[in-house]
């Protein structure tokens, strides 16, 4: 028989060791860990006192610990994560979907309120998929074709999309921006890379270490992907069509600049729930040249 032990005083030793590290909010993580370790809802875990779990379980524990002592983020520890409340598997070349990016879709959501028609919708740099399957969780006819150039990461969207039986809806290919694409859509969405080269390694080790590169690095000054995709982007959308990208706080002039530049019309900047520059929306004017 194996016994059992008191949770409270395990978790109050683990967050001083996760703290003393450097780690921000280590309880809230801890929380989802002894989740998964224990299988106790992380609601009944917030109220720990009196909780007790078997001897044989706290090895486990100990291990997703130690895991979070050497910087891995909780996400990747638990191997998937929540999105516009769709529960997203990652791979190790998928970035882990950040709440920043629901201003992304909520501002695509509330330029284009039918929920109702057959939107096409591209999304380049899908990643877990996360933008699209939102999207296409939102809109019930819609259609959507994501991108990446990992085809691992297209392969975990794929999954997603799967799990969430969106898969009927949504096709997934691997390939550099639109080099694979063909046709015309309504809603062409990007959370592109975005932060500059120089600046990635003095981000948070659970960035730095353990983020895709290929899914941080924008170049010098973090803006190399918008400048290629407002180039390629016009030609794929639609009359009216609308584009809608995820940029850094400090990028919302530039970003949207670009968007003017290329002839986009009604140009706008949203900011996220921290009141920062976060996204930039513009659309395709009837009669726009491109490619
Ligand atoms: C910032 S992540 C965004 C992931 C996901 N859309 C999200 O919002 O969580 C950028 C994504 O762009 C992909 N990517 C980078 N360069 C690319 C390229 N040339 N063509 C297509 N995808 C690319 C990366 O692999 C990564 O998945």
């Known amino acids: 028989m194996s016994g059992l032990i008191a949770l409270s005083p395990l978790l109050r030793a683990a967050e001083e060791r996760l703290t003393a590290l450097g780690v921000e909010d280590a309880r809230l993580d801890l929380l989802y860990l002894a989740e998964r370790a224990f299988a106790i809802p992380v609601g009944r875990l917030r109220r720990a006192d009196g909780v007790q779990v078997p001897v044989d379980t706290v090895a486990s524990f100990q291990a997703l610990v130690d895991r979070r002592a050497a910087r891995e983020p909780v996400q990747r520890i638990l191997g998937d994560w929540e999105f516009w409340g769709l529960t997203l598997a990652l791979g190790p070349e998928t970035l882990i979907p950040r709440p920043d ?3 992304l879709v909520e ?12 939107w096409r919708i591209l999304d380049l740099g899908t ?8 999207l296409l969780s939102e809109y019930r006819q819609a259609f959507g074709v994501g991108v990446d150039l990992s085809p691992d990461a297209a392969a975990v969207a794929a ?21 694979a694409v063909a046709g015309r859509f309504d809603i062409i969405v990007s959370n592109p890379p975005y932060i500059p080269d120089a600046d990635i390694a003095g981000l948070a080790p659970e960035v730095a ?3 895709p590169w290929r899914a941080l690095a924008g170049g010098a000054d973090g803006l190399d992907p918008y400048r290629h995709l407002v180039r ?32 986009l019309a009604g140009v706008s900047t949203i900011r996220d729930l921290g009141g920062r520059d976060r996204v930039a929306l513009g659309q395709r004017p009837a009669g726009l040249r491109a490619g």
């Open 101 to 103: 990016t629901e201003t």
């Open 107 to 118: 501002a695509v959501l509330k330029a284009r309120p039918d929920r109702a028609r057959p």
């Open 127 to 134: 990643g877990t998929g996360a933008i699209l399957l939102a």
């Open 159 to 179: 999954g997603n999309a799967r799990s969430l039986r969106l898969a009927d809806r949504a096709s997934f290919l691997a390939g550099s921006w639109v080099d």
């Open 209 to 211: 270490r353990f983020e």
């Open 232 to 263: 390629v982007l016009p030609a794929l959308l639609c009359d009216g069509g609308l584009i809608g990208f995820e940029h850094g706080a400090d990028q919302g002039l530039a970003v949207a600049g670009l968007l003017r530049d290329t002839g």
